[in-house]
């Protein structure tokens, strides 16, 4: 069975540029949550999404956003680009909200560059 | 104030010996999960093990164990008999609800890095 997959792997992009970055989950799996993990810190919450509706944000601007499809896959979309989105993007996948223990499976993550 | 707290940025530990990985939490919800993660160099977060806050017993997943002691609020990693290939930054993520939206969250640690030594 396909894990998580994550694309592209890695990214180089402009200062003001716009990105999108896609996942797909694990076959079965209805949630997606994406986090941004910057050199050296642990994985900050950017979104999670469930049955295509948004189910929590975390910290993040505006030029955040994502969206999740009929099949479950999911984008992250971040705009305006800034040095500081320099980061390991992950994404998440689980049959629920992980309200109990699901098991959390991560993709090996979308390395942006931002210059 | 941080959720989770990792103290050790680093471990130096020798082959088949064991290793303690702290790590403390802060929460005021009566019902939450701590995990731990494994992240080689390659980036993907591996699962080890999971702790319930209502679970009796201490988990463990082969030569993973949580040492759980829930007055403390400390959630330790222990693991048994290193190999080599344990070499890799750990980190400590306790679950949170989010309170707008009805979802859950991971909130990690700083992490540890461990190195496994001949």
């Known amino acids: 069975d396909a894990g998580v997959t994550q694309s592209p792997t890695h990214l180089i992009k402009t200062r003001g540029q716009q990105v999108t970055l896609r996942c797909s989950p694990i076959s079965g799996h209805k949630s997606v949550s994406w986090y941004q993990q910057v050199l050296g810190q642990g994985p900050q919450f950017i979104f999670q999404y469930y049955e295509k509706e948004e189910r929590g944000r975390g910290n993040f601007p505006d030029r955040f956003s994502a969206r999740q499809f009929p099949n479950y896959s999911s984008e992250l979309n971040v705009n305006a680009l800034l040095l500081g989105d320099s980061a390991l993007y992950l994404c998440?996948?689980?049959?629920?909200?992980?309200?109990?223990?699901?098991?959390?499976?991560f993709g090996s993550g979308t390395r942006l560059t931002v210059v | 104030a941080q959720k989770i707290t990792q103290t050790q940025p680093g471990m130096f530990v020798q082959e088949k010996e064991a290793v303690t990985l702290d790590c403390t939490y802060d929460?005021?919800?009566?019902?939450?999960?701590l995990f731990w993660y494994k992240q080689p160099s390659s980036g993907e977060m591996i699962f080890l093990i999971y702790q319930g806050s209502y679970d009796q017993q201490n988990a463990t997943e082969g030569r993973y164990s949580l040492n759980f002691q829930k007055a403390r609020k400390s959630a330790n990693l222990v693991i048994s008999a290193s190999q080599l290939g344990d070499s890799a930054m750990y980190f400590c993520a306790m679950r949170e609800p989010i309170l707008t939206g009805g979802g859950n969250k991971l909130t990690f640690g700083t992490g540890t890095q461990l190195k496994v030594e001949l």
């Open positions: 998440a996948s689980s049959p629920g909200t992980g309200a109990v223990h699901y098991g959390y499976t």
């Open positions: 929460t005021s919800d009566p019902s939450y999960g």
